[in-house]
């Protein structure tokens, strides 16, 4: 019977290579999906297929993941960690959000206990993301982003896709895919597209990614192959 002991302590420790992290993951949403097929019914799975999208899973395991690290030392106490108790706590999760009805679950972060101190007058500054592995965070960045480009192609309609890589395009200087619409159209089309892009990119957890990045995921995601 494997032992996860040793890939969550490097986890902790900030000492797993991207290619073991994607490994893991991996491996939790393959306990996800047993937990949901054998736990639970179908129905179920369609929910969180409903309220997460395609990438369902991979939000189930990087609660997994932030579960582990919020909870580092009971899991760094932890002699062995078989599958088995890995799949009771991907149940324990689920569970978590179904009783919340799909609203965020609370992080098990209290940062109430993360006390600001002050040397020489010199304030130091104390960052959630100081928590976690970097690995993580570029991983909930990249899934971020991956998410923000299908909700665009999902509730865009073709014209407002048009109108949005032309600006975008423009934003970096460069020749956008021949339009049939005059500037001033094409002007007015993005005024009128502001608000419904303003809505779709506020239902979306990108707080801290700049600007740049989701210029360049839209651009290289949807521009680039749409062009």
Known sequence: MRNYK?????????????KEYQIFLNVLKRIFKQALKVYFTSNIEKLFHKYFGPDYLEVLASEFIFKIVSKKESFLNLSFINEKYLLTTAINIIYLYLSSEFKLVEKEVNLNDLSLTQEEDKEQEIRVEGLLPPVFVNFLEDSALNHLVLSLKEKLTKKELETLCWYVNKAYKQNPKEVKASADTLYKRWERLKPKLKKIVGEEVLEGTSADKIFYAIKSEICDKYS
Do not use: F, H, V, W
């Open 6 to 18: 040793q890939i969550i302590e490097k986890l902790l420790n900030n000492q797993i290579s991207s």
